[in-house]
């Protein structure tokens, strides 16, 4: 194989305008996280850059409704998502920002050549604009009903309920979301990409030269964008919030962040180097790099047709590949923000890293189950029971139990070193287990570089399971029974645990190599037990069978895993059901207040039930008679409800909408036969009806008047 001279990994921009969720970190995150941990391993020449995207209308949509400036939104954003990043090991070399000058800067200077070529048109047509607002409205400014899917409240760019990417003019009864008033249309000028000039290039360069070794999916959603005709792009929109346009006549207007997003790669390259003292322009110019963009398949349009028409006509390299991952799907449905059925990556932060000591194996859990059910070639399913069980039977049962029982079994036996291995009393068995350990490096190898990360994962975690038979059936604490007659084990039995134990521990030390670009903590864990530095991670050991060395004492076993209780995965469950109830954290994608008025929505009727299945539920009026806030949640409160009979705990997920003491004395419709449930530690004993209003606030249903606690509701 001709290796690349260099590498440059990218990851897709994430917009700042709110918390991240595990599906993007599934997505174009973690895969190219492993594949560049890979790379570094190797001490390949290896960049790996990424940033927030920072620009686009969402953002100052979202501070209009938050009462705050789109700047104040990023400059939230922008850090907490660099920290995520970090605190789920995602090793960015840089994670840079699109609102930075340089971004502005390379952005501008890139549009310009592009402009100075003639490879852009101007043409002016009319658009819609708000007569009221006094401005044209770009993309999220303007809404309607689908043409696609006859969704009410699609987007100018995009409907979000069945994806079709959109233009303004294709919406029926399109409406401003700034005003709520009716568009009228007016004439303005705006620059082009005209992508049908380069149809041929396109066709040939990805569906020939690339058809068999990018993603069958990839390959697909292109050719059916080519077939489909390819037009002329946009690249400016009349907006105040984005980079610039740098040319004449270009007053109040912006780059579309289409445009300017991708470029935010070479920014941060730009930006790398001047921290590392490089020259980024190898990686972006050299033909020997080695480019490879990281993206959900929401992204392929622009990254595969749009981004490297424009890299070609700029004079950069085009991408090697584009390894697009599919939707991964959350308990039985798709992940959504502003469904808020979702799992952020903060929550999960906080549960699981930030509240234990040595948290960050928990990470390693969470990266562990997102590559094992990555959306490689079709959408996939994340659950909280398939994380536990992928934990509890996986990594805890056989990783984590060989490692340790090595370590163990080491201690008891070998006196706490590394025994010698005697080469004359090695059975076929030995050898064998040994030729395992050599040839896992190959296959895990070729899969990592085809960008099969859940098969790859599959190869080390069987290396393990080959340890754990190799053990179970050398029984070397069987074999140590065979004494002579000073009590201590024959030499014959010493030999045969002596091999058994070097040969577990060569493929302990193997373990750590090979599931380092997978489980960077977990590997960094093991070198400390096996007290060896870092370097041991090093790709090339994998393989090797001399890793530690003979009579090297190691240090007493801990375990790698622990295990994930029923409790904490009902907590979780849980959290989802009450947060998709109370919609409160889906202000990050909160739509304008106008357009929420304009269109309640109502949830579809439920299936047909007969009386029998309602008189089950026992339903009364209560009185809380105290509410205090559960520590460390913020969405909950811990209630003490009268129901004449007796007085209840009861944990509503109502924190965000109601003060503890301004519901003391309120009077409430409780479900008082509902299975108890823990949450936070706290049993909840009952459920307390709310009915949500259309800007998605909760009210109690209570009796008309006060009445006595207890009395039945039917
Ligand atoms: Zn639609």
Same mark, same amino acid.
């Given at each position: 194989?001709?290796?690349?001279?260099? &590498?440059?990994?990218?990851?897709?921009?994430?917009?700042?305008?709110?918390?991240? +969720?595990?599906?993007?970190?599934?997505?174009?995150?973690?895969?190219?996280?492993?594949?560049?941990?890979?790379?570094?391993?190797?001490? !390949?020449?290896?960049?790996?850059?990424?940033?927030?995207?920072?620009?686009?209308?969402?953002?100052?949509?979202?501070?209009?409704?938050?009462?705050?400036?789109?700047?104040?939104?990023?400059?939230? &954003? +922008?850090?907490?998502?660099?920290?995520?990043?970090?605190?789920?090991?995602?090793?960015?070399?840089?994670?840079? !920002?699109?609102?930075?000058?340089?971004?502005?800067?390379?952005?501008?200077?890139?549009?310009?050549?592009?402009?100075?070529?003639?490879?852009?048109?101007?043409?002016? @047509?009319?658009?819609?604009?708000?007569?009221? $607002?006094?401005?044209?409205?770009?993309?999220?400014?303007?809404?309607?009903?689908?043409?696609?899917?006859?969704?009410?409240?699609? &987007?100018?760019?995009?409907?979000?309920?069945?994806? =079709?990417?959109?233009?303004?003019?294709?919406?029926?009864?399109?409406?401003?979301?700034?005003?709520? %008033?009716?568009?009228?249309?007016?004439?303005?000028?705006?620059?082009?990409?005209?992508?049908?000039?380069?149809?041929?290039?396109?066709?040939?360069?990805?569906?020939?030269?690339?058809?068999?070794?990018?993603?069958?999916?990839?390959?697909?959603?292109?050719?059916?964008?080519?077939?489909?005709?390819?037009?002329?792009?946009?690249?400016?929109?009349?907006?105040?919030?984005?980079?610039?346009?740098?040319?004449?006549?270009?007053?109040?207007?912006?780059?579309?962040?289409?445009?300017?997003?991708?470029?935010?790669?070479?920014?941060?390259?730009?930006?790398?180097?001047?921290?590392?003292?490089?020259?980024? !322009?190898?990686?972006?110019?050299?033909?020997?790099?080695?480019?490879?963009?990281?993206?959900?398949?929401?992204?392929?349009?622009?990254?595969? *047709?749009?981004?490297?028409?424009?890299?070609?006509? +700029?004079? %950069?390299?085009?991408?090697? %590949?584009?390894?697009?991952?599919?939707?991964?799907?959350?308990?039985?449905?798709?992940? @959504?923000?502003?469904?808020?059925?979702?799992?952020?990556?903060?929550?999960?932060?906080?549960?699981?890293?930030?509240?234990?000591?040595?948290?960050?194996?928990?990470?390693?859990?969470?990266?562990?189950?997102?590559?094992?059910?990555?959306?490689?070639?079709?959408?996939?399913?994340?659950?909280?029971?398939?994380?536990?069980?992928?934990?509890?039977?996986?990594?805890?049962?056989?990783?984590?139990?060989?490692?340790?029982?090595?370590?163990?079994? /080491?201690?008891?036996?070998?006196?706490?070193?590394?025994?010698?291995?005697?080469?004359? $009393?090695?059975?076929?068995?030995?050898?064998?287990? /040994? $030729?395992?350990?050599?040839?896992?490096?190959? =296959?895990?190898?070729?899969?990592?570089?085809?960008?099969?990360?859940?098969?790859?994962?599959?190869?080390?975690? %069987?290396? @393990? !399971?080959?340890?754990?038979?190799?053990?179970?059936?050398?029984?070397?604490?069987?074999?140590?029974?065979?004494?002579?007659?000073?009590?201590?084990?024959?030499?014959? $039995?010493?030999?045969?645990?002596?091999?058994?134990?070097?040969?577990?521990?060569?493929?302990?030390?193997?373990?750590?190599?090979?599931?380092?670009?997978?489980?960077?903590?977990?590997?960094?864990?093991?070198?400390? *037990?096996?007290?060896?530095?870092?370097?041991?991670?090093?790709?090339?050991?994998?393989?090797?069978?001399?890793?530690?060395?003979?009579?090297?004492?190691?240090?007493?076993?801990?375990?790698?895993?622990?295990?994930?209780?029923?409790?904490?995965?009902?907590?979780?469950?849980?959290? *989802?059901?009450?947060?998709?109830?109370?919609?409160?954290?889906?202000?990050?994608?909160?739509?304008?207040?106008?357009?929420?008025?304009?269109?309640?929505?109502?949830?579809?009727?439920?299936?047909?039930?007969?009386?029998?299945?309602?008189?089950?539920?026992?339903?009364?009026?209560?009185?809380?008679?105290?509410?205090?806030?559960?520590? =460390?949640?913020?969405?909950?409160?811990?209630? @003490?409800?009268?129901?004449?009979?007796?007085?209840?705990?009861?944990?509503?997920?109502?924190?965000? +909408?109601?003060?503890?003491?301004?519901?003391?004395?309120?009077?409430?419709?409780?479900?008082?036969?509902?299975?108890?449930?823990?949450?936070?530690?706290?049993?909840?004993?009952?459920?307390? *009806?709310?009915?949500?209003?259309?800007?998605?606030?909760?009210?109690?249903?209570?009796?008309?008047?006060?009445?006595?606690?207890?009395?039945?509701?039917?």
């Amino acid at each position: 194989m001709n290796l690349p001279k260099r &590498y440059l990994i990218t990851s897709a921009l994430p917009y700042a305008n709110g918390l991240k +969720h595990i599906g993007h970190l599934a997505g174009a995150y973690l895969p190219a996280d492993i594949y560049v941990r890979y790379l570094k391993a190797q001490k !390949r020449d290896v960049v790996y850059v990424c940033g927030s995207d920072e620009h686009g209308t969402a953002i100052p949509i979202q501070a209009t409704a938050e009462g705050t400036t789109a700047q104040a939104i990023i400059d939230k &954003y +922008h850090p907490i998502m660099a920290q995520n990043f970090k605190d789920l090991g995602i090793d960015f070399d840089i994670y840079h !920002r699109t609102s930075d000058p340089l971004h502005h800067e390379t952005a501008r200077e890139f549009f310009t050549k592009l402009n100075d070529n003639g490879n852009l048109e101007i043409k002016e @047509s009319e658009q819609y604009f708000d007569e009221q $607002a006094n401005t044209f409205l770009a993309d999220r400014y303007i809404k309607g009903t689908c043409p696609n899917c006859a969704y009410e409240n699609a &987007y100018g760019d995009q409907c979000e309920r069945c994806g =079709k990417s959109l233009s303004p003019d294709e919406l029926i009864n399109p409406v401003s979301t700034l005003s709520g %008033n009716t568009p009228i249309k007016k004439a303005t000028k705006h620059w082009y990409l005209p992508l049908d000039r380069h149809e041929d290039f396109l066709r040939n360069w990805i569906l020939k030269e690339h058809a068999n070794d990018w993603r069958s999916t990839v390959v697909g959603q292109c050719k059916s964008w080519i077939d489909g005709g390819l037009q002329a792009r946009a690249v400016t929109r009349d907006l105040d919030w984005g980079v610039k346009v740098p040319a004449k006549d270009a007053e109040g207007k912006v780059l579309y962040v289409w445009f300017d997003a991708p470029i935010g790669y070479i920014s941060a390259t730009k930006q790398w180097a001047l921290n590392t003292g490089k020259d980024w !322009r190898p990686y972006w110019e050299d033909k020997e790099t080695k480019l490879v963009h990281f993206i959900g398949k929401d992204n392929i349009v622009f990254h595969c *047709l749009i981004f490297p028409v424009m890299l070609k006509l +700029h004079g %950069n390299i085009l991408p090697d %590949n584009v390894p697009s991952n599919e939707f991964m799907n959350l308990e039985g449905d798709k992940m @959504s923000t502003s469904r808020n059925w979702k799992i952020e990556m903060q929550d999960y932060i906080d549960d699981f890293i930030n509240k234990e000591n040595g948290g960050s194996q928990m990470a390693d859990v969470l990266r562990y189950y997102l590559t094992l059910i990555a959306p490689e070639t079709k959408d996939s399913e994340f659950t909280w029971q398939g994380f536990q069980d992928a934990n509890n039977s996986e990594l805890v049962s056989i990783f984590g139990n060989y490692v340790n029982r090595c370590f163990v079994l /080491m201690h008891k036996l070998c006196k706490g070193k590394v025994p010698p291995l005697h080469a004359e $009393a090695l059975t076929d068995l030995d050898k064998a287990t /040994m $030729a395992e350990i050599q040839g896992t490096k190959e =296959k895990v190898e070729n899969l990592l570089e085809q960008y099969k990360f859940r098969d790859a994962l599959f190869e080390v975690i %069987n290396l @393990s !399971r080959i340890g754990n038979q190799y053990m179970q059936k050398k029984e070397p604490w069987i074999v140590a029974k065979q004494t002579a007659e000073n009590g201590q084990p024959t030499a014959e $039995a010493q030999q045969s645990i002596d091999n058994t134990l070097h040969i577990c521990l060569q493929l302990c030390a193997n373990l750590a190599v090979l599931i380092n670009p997978f489980l960077p903590f977990t590997a960094r864990k093991m070198c400390y *037990l096996m007290k060896v530095v870092d370097k041991m991670l090093d790709w090339d050991n994998a393989g090797k069978l001399k890793l530690l060395s003979v009579g090297y004492t190691l240090r007493a076993p801990e375990l790698l895993f622990r295990k994930i209780e029923d409790s904490e995965i009902a907590y979780q469950l849980e959290k *989802l059901k009450s947060a998709i109830v109370s919609r409160e954290a889906a202000v990050v994608s909160k739509e304008p207040v106008t357009m929420e008025e304009n269109s309640p929505k109502f949830a579809d009727v439920k299936s047909e039930i007969v009386f029998d299945d309602f008189a089950k539920i026992d339903l009364r009026v209560g009185t809380i008679v105290s509410a205090e806030k559960v520590e =460390k949640a913020d969405k909950l409160l811990k209630l @003490s409800v009268d129901l004449g009979f007796e007085t209840r705990t009861i944990v509503s997920g109502i924190a965000l +909408h109601f003060k503890p003491e301004d519901i003391v004395g309120k009077q409430v419709t409780v479900v008082v036969n509902l299975a108890p449930r823990k949450m936070r530690g706290i049993e909840s004993n009952g459920m307390i *009806l709310m009915a949500e209003d259309a800007n998605g606030k909760l009210h109690f249903i209570n009796p008309e008047g006060e009445i006595n606690a207890g009395a039945g509701v039917s």
